[in-house]
């Protein structure tokens, strides 16, 4: 992505958040800005977040953070798994 791009999209949010004086809803954008927003920056919670004008949800951070553990979880369980195949391979 290029940064003038990003610099644009978060230019847009803060320029509406100066001008309503509220946090900005997709309703207050036209389609192609939420497009363009939503492409350059993602998810419109996440932009919103990204781009300071709201706190990142505690809720959303333990679910990150749950299963960041569970993909870590089944990541060594694969490898035990394919370890064990390979031994047992070796051994006939």
Do not use: C
């Amino acid at each position: 992505m290029n940064n003038d791009n990003i610099i644009k999209a978060i230019t847009m949010l803060q320029n509406k958040r100066e001008a309503i004086e509220r946090v900005p809803k997709i309703a207050d954008f036209g389609i192609e800005e939420v497009r363009f927003i939503k492409h350059i920056l993602g998810p419109w919670t996440r932009a919103l977040e990204e781009v300071g004008l709201k706190e990142v949800n505690s809720s959303y951070l333990v679910k990150k953070s749950r299963n960041k553990s569970k993909r870590r979880t089944k990541r060594q369980s694969r490898r035990k798994n394919k370890i064990k195949e390979i031994v047992s391979e070796n051994e006939k």
